[in-house]
T-cell receptor, first 114, second 110 residues
Framework: EPEVTQTPSHQVTQMGQEVILRCVPISNHLYFYWYRQILGQKVEFLVSFYNNEISEKSEIFDDQFSVERPDGSNFTLKIRSTKLEDSAMYFC????????????FGPGTRLTVL | GEDVEQSLFLSVREGDSSVINCTYTDSSSTYLYWYKQEPGAGLQLLTYIFSNMDMKQDQRLTVLLNKKDKHLSLRIADTQTGDSAIYFCAEKENDYKLSFGAGTTVTVRA
């Protein structure tokens, strides 16, 4: 069964460094999302992406964050200058679109900022 | 944003039924979802219900929706140790995002 994949599973970085989190959505899906979950807290929406542009973003998604679909398969989240409070589990999700309402999540990337 | 509330913990004996409750605020929500998160793992979609339905059953899972009270529940029949996980209720705000509750940690004891 097709699934969303994410790499790496765990990323450790120094404060101020740039990180790129990678996702491969399910291949025939058209809508892509990033969420994050700070340890012990709710899963929070960051950004949605459709037709090669951001559809919606939350207030968390400030100008330190960017997303890109550099080719037909990858969907990336870049954090330009990481802060301690960016430490979280980052989940990518995708949805086929149209009448399909299921949003499928990847296994997540745990980002630790030191 | 919209607010989704869940009780935080549930302890249940193996073989009993579990009922996880959720309330939401957006009366225009069209779809409501239940996701399961096992330790260290991602979010697994368990089931979802369309807002014009009162109930949906899928094997051991039963979802009940009370749209008037904006109350959603997930019943797991014959709870097994493999059902120990965090269960998240989520509502679809629009085409683009889900709003999640804080999650209910279900512990199944022998």
């Amino acid at each position: 069964e097709p699934e969303v994949t994410q790499t790496p599973s765990h990323q450790v970085t120094q404060m101020g460094q740039e990180v790129i989190l990678r996702c491969v959505p399910i291949s025939n899906h058209l809508y892509f999302y990033w969420y994050r979950q700070i340890l012990g807290q709710k899963v929070e929406f960051l950004v949605s992406f459709y037709n090669n542009e951001i559809s919606e973003k939350s207030e968390i998604f400030d100008d330190q964050f960017s997303v890109e679909r550099p080719d037909g398969s990858n969907f990336t989240l870049k954090i330009r200058s990481t802060k301690l409070e960016d430490s979280a589990m980052y989940f990518c999700a995708s949805r086929r679109g149209g009448a399909a309402n299921e949003q499928f999540f990847g296994p997540g990337t745990r980002l630790t900022v030191l | 944003g919209e607010d989704v509330e869940q009780s935080l913990f549930l302890s249940v004996r193996e073989g009993d039924s579990s009922v996880i409750n959720c309330t939401y605020t957006d009366s225009s929500s069209t779809y409501l979802y239940w996701y399961k998160q096992e330790p260290g793992a991602g979010l697994q979609l368990l089931t979802y219900i369309f807002s014009n339905m009162d109930m949906k059953q899928d094997q051991r899972l039963t979802v009940l929706l009370n749209k008037k009270d904006k109350h959603l529940s997930l019943r797991i029949a014959d709870t097994q140790t493999g059902d120990s996980a965090i269960y998240f209720c989520a509502e679809k705000e629009n085409d683009y995002k889900l709003s999640f509750g804080a999650g209910t940690t279900v512990t199944v004891r022998a």
